[in-house]
């Protein structure tokens, strides 16, 4: 008899999601991927003055901070044919890249790194042996004995006293965990590390944004002006404050992040099986970061595209205007549309109407059948497809970017390891690494760009030509993209008489964690661990790592804790 496992919530992930599992014996046969929350900003858009709509969709994730508040504004921008100037477009690469940097590293450390390393297993590793370990693999400067033997004695402590605090609830001692301890401990201690370090690097959303969270922005430019004699505004001070950033950013990503991904990876090269949480074989970029306009495609560090069937000979072009190629379908999904839930509507068409027909929470079960998650089923011509870092390396490897087959080559082959790799959940997790480096890099290259403008006295920030509205078309659409550090992200914005008519963002983690589709194709996070053999039913783990290599983020900015017993996280067993 087919049993059905239930992880709600699934932990550390920003938002609620739900994962049932049939098991045939210890493998999963089906997966199914429910987002058990609403998020609706496009309904309270509606109406609204189109240069204030990204402070307003930026609130849909408190975690990717400036995403959404970017591709707002660039959607506003494509629909009213609204250039920027040239250090506005710096400004926002180096903003989102920092975004890329602090939000991957964070989530290898704090969101993805306790499903590999045991924490309670550093306690019994020798900090000399740690120290030795640590300094094989790189030059950063926190690896004496004396420095892991107090960070040894920190942990014990907090173990002793019952205050595991952002350790607790896991399976420490469970039988999938193969590092040694000296691997473990030195983890961990990187884990403490990396909370000071962002810290320090979120700064750079503050200069050029004013703060973070949710820095701001300014349909046709930044919000940033530049004036090296003034306090108020970008100046000297200010821009060596960005170079310290910048520098460590790289640092750490160089130092710390790379060579520990290398490490870990070394110990689970079973979980790099071609197939072993991959899936579904079709991934789609966006493409983003340009160096010219955003409309110059061929300018951007990530290319757009289509790969299908996991064949990187050949690219698909992608239009995000075309309306028979990108849909969003809602067959399984809480919502209605006027033309049936049996239809898809492209995004300009789109429509937010709520209608959940599940049970009453709490349920046993999800209705597979039915409708079972508050997020619908984006489709590129019909094919589910997975965005995210693992389709954008695929993409720069596939247009032979020269770094990137650099990266992933010498990778593989310190993990002796083949192409084939990639297609997994280990790979999705290293691919995530890569392009972590490859941004912090292109960072170097943008700044010197903004440093050179400023040289030559260009220091403009704003072009102000249509921000009045009476200069504007009567009715206008527009598409913003973005490639945020999830994936593909898309702002489609519908304008009439100066006012938003239509709103609807399609986010990374719907393209990946959206349920089945009135063809019953299942999605990313659902294909991904059909097959997965687990230890056990009652400490999933395998669902965890291979959920958490996608980075969920699931209509964000909301906590979920339970006022019965306090427990994060359930596993029911039916």
């Known amino acids: 008899m087919a049993e059905r496992i239930i992880v709600d919530p699934i932990t550390r992930i920003e938002g609620h999601l739900r994962i049932e599992a049939t098991l045939e014996g210890n493998t999963i046969s089906q997966a199914y991927s429910s987002g058990t929350m609403v998020r609706g900003i496009e309904n ?17 994730c ?18 009213l044919k609204y250039p920027i100037p040239p250090n506005a477009q710096l400004i926002r690469n180096l903003m989102s890249g920092a975004q890329y940097i602090h939000d991957h590293v964070m989530h290898f450390y704090h969101l993805h790194a306790l499903d590999w390393v045991d924490v309670v297993s550093a306690l019994k590793a020798d900090p000399k042996a740690t120290s030795d370990l640590a300094q094989s693999i790189s030059s950063w400067s926190k690896s004496s004995p004396g420095y892991f033997s107090d960070m040894q004695k920190k942990l014990k402590t907090f173990v002793e006293q019952g205050q595991l605090g952002i350790f607790a609830n896991a399976y420490w001692g469970h039988p999938a965990y193969k590092l040694p301890p000296e691997a473990n401990l030195m983890a961990v201690s990187h884990y403490l590390e990396a909370l000071n370090w962002q810290r320090d690097v979120v700064a750079l959303h503050a200069i050029f944004g004013g703060k973070n969270p949710h820095p701001n922005f300014l349909v046709g430019g930044v919000a940033c002006p ?48 071609m197939g072993h949480g991959e899936g579904l074989g079709n991934f789609m970029t966006y493409g983003d970061f340009p160096s010219k306009t955003i409309n110059d495609v061929d300018s951007f560090l990530f290319p757009r595209g289509v790969i299908l069937n996991r064949d990187l000979s050949k690219i698909e072009p992608l239009d995000l205007n075309d309306k028979d190629q990108i849909q969003e379908q809602v067959s399984r999904s809480w919502y209605d549309y006027s033309v049936g839930k049996e239809k898809g509507l492209h995004p300009y068409q789109g429509e937010t109407k709520f209608n959940y027909t599940g049970p009453q929470p709490p349920y046993k079960q999800l209705e597979i059948e039915k409708s079972y998650s508050w997020m619908k089923a984006p489709r590129w011509k019909g094919k589910a497809v997975e965005v995210g870092p693992l389709a954008r390396m695929l993409m720069l490897y596939a247009t032979k970017n020269a770094q990137a087959v650099e990266l992933v080559d010498s990778t593989l082959k310190k ?29 170097q290259g943008w700044f010197d760009q903004l440093v050179g403008n400023i040289k030559k006295g260009d220091t403009k920030t704003f072009n102000e030509t249509l921000w009045n509205p009476n200069t504007w078309a009567s009715k206008a659409q527009g598409v913003g993209f973005m490639e945020a550090p999830r994936g593909g992200l898309a702002h489609w914005i519908v304008i009439e008489n100066g006012k938003i008519v239509n709103y609807q963002a399609v986010v990374p983690s719907t393209w990946n964690a959206g349920p089945r589709d009135a063809q019953n194709q299942a999605g990313a996070y659902e294909m991904a661990l059909a097959g997965h053999q687990l230890h056990d039913s009652k400490q999933p783990i395998e669902i965890l790592r291979t959920i958490h290599s996608f980075d969920p983020c699931i209509a964000c900015a909301v906590h979920l804790t339970d006022t019965e017993n306090g427990n994060a996280i359930e596993i029911k067993v039916c």
């Not at 309270?44 to 849909?60: V, Y």
């Not at 306090?231 to 520990?260: C, G, T, W």
């Open 415 to 443: 993990l002796e390891l083949p192409i084939e790799s990639l297609f997994s959940t280990l790979g999705r997790t290293a691919a995530r690494t890569l392009e972590t480096k490859i941004i912090s890099d292109a960072m």
């Open 226 to 273: 530049i004036d090296l004699n003034s306090d108020s505004a970008l100046n000297m001070k200010r821009l060596a404050q960005v170079q310290d950033v910048i520098h460590k950013m790289k640092e750490f990503v160089e130092q710390v992040y790379v060579p520990d991904t290398l490490v870990i990876a070394s110990f689970y090269k079973d979980w790099a099986k």
């Open 44 to 60: 309270i858009l509606i109406g609204r003055d189109p240069r204030d709509a990204w402070a307003f969709a930026q609130r849909i």
């Open 62 to 79: 408190g975690v990717c901070t400036l995403v959404h508040g970017l591709a707002s504004v660039r959607s506003v921008e494509d629909a």
